[in-house]
């Protein structure tokens, strides 16, 4: 009795987790872009941090590593913050990265191992594409520290003008891995178009594979079903 408890509570809890994690997600792409873009820096970084703490509440199994991992991260921030130094930052984005390339990695896992295609799995596939999302503009924005020349901008998408560093990076990481590419902003050096490219492909290779995975639990729970009938 106990245990089935537990289980339910873990459950319930994880469900919520999804929820919650989709809700800041959308917040970071489609909300703050709307506020005074000198609001972004603050505003991204709280709900970073939101999506860090959530991220350690749905991968169960390794909460307390990915804690610590969270905590380290966070420190960091605050220490850019004070100090202002980009070394700092840079070293943050890195580890940024690794820590988002490992969530997606692990929502990919849980959704493999689910048995059935229910609620859960399916806000764990929306969650592991934003947050793909997210890991393609850190990307970008690594690549910009590296080189500030390595995109182009047109008229159209030219740096500043309103608009803050974060909110394009974003925006171009979205808008490649969804293959949509307006052509406002160009990756022109090579590590620029190897970045882009990796983008586009893991955005398709990710809905493949999510959409094939999904695809073979309907079918699975169809078979079971009618199987009892």
Do not use: C
Request: glycine letters at 6%; charged letters at 10%; aromatic letters at 14%.
């Amino acid at each position: 009795m106990f245990r089935f408890i537990k289980k339910l509570s873990d459950n319930t809890v994880i469900l919520f987790g999804n929820y919650t994690l989709l809700m800041f997600l959308l917040i970071h792409f489609f909300i703050i872009p709307f506020f005074p873009f000198e609001w972004h820096k603050h505003m991204f970084s709280i709900v970073i941090t939101l999506i860090y703490l959530n991220s350690v509440v749905l991968i169960h199994e390794y909460r307390k590593s990915l804690l610590t991992y969270v905590i380290i991260l966070i420190l960091l921030d605050l220490l850019f913050t004070v100090l202002d130094l980009e070394i700092l930052a840079l070293i943050s984005t890195f580890l940024n990265i690794v820590l988002f390339v490992f969530i997606v990695i692990q929502f990919l896992i849980i959704i493999a191992r689910s048995k059935k295609a229910n609620i859960t799995i399916i806000l764990d596939a929306v969650n592991g594409y934003l947050l793909l999302g997210i890991l393609s503009s850190l990307m970008i924005n690594v690549v910009m520290n590296l080189n500030p020349d390595a995109f182009a901008f047109n008229e159209a998408g030219i740096i500043g003008g309103g608009f803050s560093r974060n909110s394009e990076f974003q925006y171009y990481g979205l808008v490649t891995l969804t293959t949509l590419g307006y052509g406002e902003i160009l990756p022109i050096s090579p590590s620029a178009r190897s970045i882009a490219s990796f983008i586009a492909v893991a955005g398709q290779l990710y809905v493949a594979i999510i959409i094939a995975l999904l695809v073979g639990k309907f079918a699975g729970q169809s078979k079971n079903e009618n199987e009892l009938n």
